[in-house]
């Protein structure tokens, strides 16, 4: 079992920054891959970042290339998301999950067995 508590959402400005952050316990943290998902009212979830176990991999959505920053910590056991340059767009409910497997990154909701209960980050304009 892990568990995931996210927090670090908001409200900002087009343009700003947030830090979103998801704190894990359960199962050794350094074993699984982690990522971030967001999902806006009426859309399906969508993937936003993925890291590897180790922190030396990671792999993002075109949407983000060069404004968000996955990033873990595992003697803290947290994921983070640096949010830069912002966009209305961004507004959605963000969801860090857990990928027991050490392989390749992936990009589907289905790779990941656990789900924190997101945060909302709304970006206004």
């Known amino acids: 079992q892990v568990q995931l508590v996210e927090s670090g959402g908001g409200l900002v400005q087009a343009g700003g920054s947030l830090r979103p952050s998801c704190v894990a316990s359960?199962?050794?943290?350094?074993?699984?891959?982690m990522g971030w998902f967001r999902q806006a009212p009426g859309k399906e979830r969508e993937f936003v970042a993925a890291?590897?176990?180790?922190?030396?991999?990671?792999y993002y959505a075109d949407f983000v290339k060069g404004r968000f920053t996955i990033s873990r910590d595992n003697a803290k056991n947290t994921v983070d998301l640096q949010m830069n340059s912002l966009k209305p767009e961004d507004t959605a409910v963000y969801y860090c999950?857990?990928?027991?497997?050490?392989?390749?990154?992936?990009?589907?909701?289905?790779?990941?067995?656990?789900w924190g209960q997101g945060t909302q980050v709304t970006v206004s304009s």
């Open positions: 999950a857990a990928d027991l497997g050490r392989g390749a990154l992936r990009a589907y909701t289905g790779a990941y067995e656990y």
């Open positions: 890291i590897s176990w180790n922190g030396g991999s990671t």
């Open positions: 359960g199962r050794t943290f350094s074993r699984y891959n």
